[in-house]
T-cell receptor
């Protein structure tokens, strides 16, 4: 499968703590994205990192990318109860020209932040 | 700006009935995607269109599923006949670019087939 795989499947932390989620994938990529899904809602794009970058920040989010290991991590600092959601990584699979335009999503990490 | 619009938001039907899900992508977007999400299988891509043309329908589970995009602002996903195993949340998403950039998801249609 070309899908990314997130680790852990579930993460439970207290407010104020940092949350780290990992993603591994199998193919070459142009970029990797992270999405968030609140219960009962659609996915919402959080951040995109291109394959020639190693790190990107956006507010309380920090994404790292290691293309040699085909892995990425999403760090949420100073977590809040409102961060409770599922988080998905998605890759574009650049070496599959026939699938241009699509993304490959993982199964997601369910993050619970307790107040 | 309006995001991706899906209708209906909830659908309850009986096995054997036809179900039609609708999607209006964000204006100007040239890619449209239909996904299905279940606890067991996660998020699955069913089919996607580029400029109204189906590009990859390999994720469509079987002939009971069909999708159309008659114009740039409207797409349908039809299940005929529906079965209980089709129960899931169906998402439509759209994006704007020839590369796989950000996808914008609709709120989803929660389908229950009894």
């Amino acid at each position: 499968s070309q899908q990314g795989e997130e680790d852990p499947q579930a993460l439970s932390i207290q407010e104020g703590e940092n949350a780290t989620m990992n993603c591994s994938y199998k193919t070459s990529i142009n970029n990797l994205q992270w999405y968030r899904q609140n219960s009962g809602r659609g996915l919402v794009h959080l951040i995109l990192i291109r394959s020639n970058k190693r790190e990107k920040h956006s507010g309380r989010l920090r994404v790292t990318l290691d293309t040699s290991k085909k892995s990425s991590s999403l760090l949420i600092t100073a977590s809040r109860a409102a961060d409770t959601a599922s988080y998905f990584c998605a890759t574009d699979g650049s070496d599959r020209g026939s699938t241009l335009g699509r993304l490959y999503f993982g199964r997601g990490t369910q993050l619970t932040v307790w107040p | 700006d309006a995001g991706v619009i899906q209708s209906p938001r909830h659908e309850v039907t009986e096995m054997g009935q036809e179900v039609t899900l609708r999607c209006k992508p964000i204006s100007g977007h040239d890619y449209l995607f239909w996904y299905r999400q279940t606890m067991m299988r996660g998020l699955e891509l069913l089919i996607y269109f580029n400029n109204n043309v189906p590009i990859d329908d390999s994720g469509m589970p079987e002939d009971r599923f069909s999708a159309k995009m008659p114009n740039a602002s409207f797409s349908t996903l039809k299940i005929q006949p529906s079965e209980p195993r089709d129960s899931a949340v169906y998402f439509c998403a759209s994006s704007f670019t020839v590369t796989s950039e950000t996808q914008y998801f609709g709120p989803g249609t929660r389908l229950l087939v009894l």
